[in-house]
């Protein structure tokens, strides 16, 4: 390979959370000493244990090299970086700059977008598991969470219930859904015959939609990510989707997201909601790093990155399935991350969910909590590691923590 995605990065001490955790960790996970030769393997937040590619830090170094930071518009290049990025990865071929906003982070927009097509107190639908930020965000701007569920299938994929989701649009009078494609945490990459199913269901009962695709370019093998807006006239006109370059190439210290909204009306007012705080503006090395990142070496880059993360993601569910009784999951088939059913294996040896993982922080393995998602009995897990180090992890399991 070309960049490099198997040396083992020293993080501690680096203004990582990944390894120096937040005094407030949810959990207190961190509570429990490591067990003395084991070093920690950062697998519960959804960052990147890789180098960044090189393109990023040359645009950022070469600006920071200008001994000036005053005020500035964005580039026209910043926007032509966005535009072309969408056009190779996504088809997406009538992306003009007048769709594209800057926002600090995608759940702001979401909120921006949310006091725009909704009011404070009302029903917003969510699919479940439901990604934590959207909770948080939702629940502490005043907007009640209405969870459809997710249900695996005969195969083990996860599916989206239309039945279900109408009937809560229709009984609890919902006029906002939240679409979060591919999902978080489950991994599900939306195929187009399914999203032009809910968008249907969205469109007959008036629901405006929010679409978070910030995992798009993280699709694994055999899959293809089909942006949400592309699939009626309804999804284009009535639905705003954010993006970011963050989780693609690990900038999420950087700040800096973008949404793209094709209708006018929608798009006005999302962003005179977004300026009303006067804090929704783009830093200039953030800029600098999404055109470094989508110069052609990020283009290389991702296509190496999707290549170890297949390899990670076979390697943990081949492990996991051959050899923990009571784990339950399906594949990912996009972004980095496990989510895995425990209950059957907590229930068969008399172990609570908390006992297991602070088994498994305490040799090392830092995974996460999946409760938090509003599912019972799970754990997620980051595989945006060296593959040395997801073999370490599972060894470790396997020989300390699930027996």
């Known amino acids: 390979m070309k960049f490099d995605f198997t040396s083992i990065l020293e993080r501690k001490g680096q203004d990582a959370i990944a390894v120096d955790l937040p005094a407030n960790y949810a959990g207190s996970y961190a509570e429990p000493k490591r067990r003395e030769g084991f070093d920690i393997i950062p697998m519960w937040v959804a960052d990147m244990n890789f180098p960044v590619v090189p393109s990023i830090q040359k645009a950022v170094t070469e600006r920071v ?37 800057y926002e600090n982070g995608v759940l702001g927009g979401v909120i921006s977008a949310m006091n725009v097509i909704a009011s404070k107190g009302d029903n917003v639908l969510v699919h479940s598991p439901v990604y934590i930020g959207f909770s948080m965000v939702l629940e502490n701007n005043g907007y009640n969470i209405v969870e459809t569920p997710l249900k695996r299938d005969e195969n083990g994929i996860w599916r989206m219930d239309y039945e279900d989701m109408e009937k809560k649009i229709v009984e609890k009078n919902i006029h906002a859904a939240i679409f979060c494609s591919p999902h978080n945490p489950c991994g599900r990459v939306w195929e187009r015959e399914e999203i032009e199913k809910a968008m249907a269901i969205y469109e007959k009962h008036g629901v405006y939609v929010i679409s978070d695709e910030i995992w798009s370019d993280l699709i694994l093998e055999g899959h293809k990510h089909i942006p949400t ?61 999404l055109i470094g990142a989508y110069e052609p070496e990020g283009y290389e880059w991702l296509e190496e990155l999707k290549t170890v993360l297949n390899e990670n993601v076979n390697y943990a569910y081949d492990f996991i399935t051959e050899n923990f009784k009571g784990f339950s999951l399906a594949k990912p088939e996009g972004t980095y991350m496990l989510y895995i059913n425990c209950e059957e294996y907590c229930k068969a040896n008399n172990i609570t969910l908390d006992e297991l993982i602070k088994k498994g922080w305490e040799y090392g393995v830092y995974w996460q909590d999946g409760r938090p998602f509003r599912m019972d009995y799970t754990i997620r897990m980051n595989l945006a590691l060296p593959k040395s180090r997801v073999e370490e992890a599972f060894r470790r399991l396997k020989e300390y923590v699930v027996r």
């Open 65 to 101: 090299e200008k001994p000036h930071f005053g005020y500035f518009s964005p580039r026209p290049e910043y926007f032509g970086k966005i535009i072309e990025w969408h056009k190779k990865h996504n088809d997406v071929k009538d992306l003009t700059e007048e769709c594209i906003g």
């Open 229 to 289: 807006q592309s699939v009626s006239e309804y999804a284009r006109t009535h639905t705003a989707a954010f993006y970011a370059p963050s989780k693609t190439f690990n900038l999420a210290g950087l700040i800096g997201s973008y949404h793209i909204i094709y209708d006018k009306w929608l798009r006005d007012r999302i962003l005179k909601e977004s300026s009303l705080s006067h804090y929704n503006s783009m830093n200039v090395l953030s800029m600098y790093a």
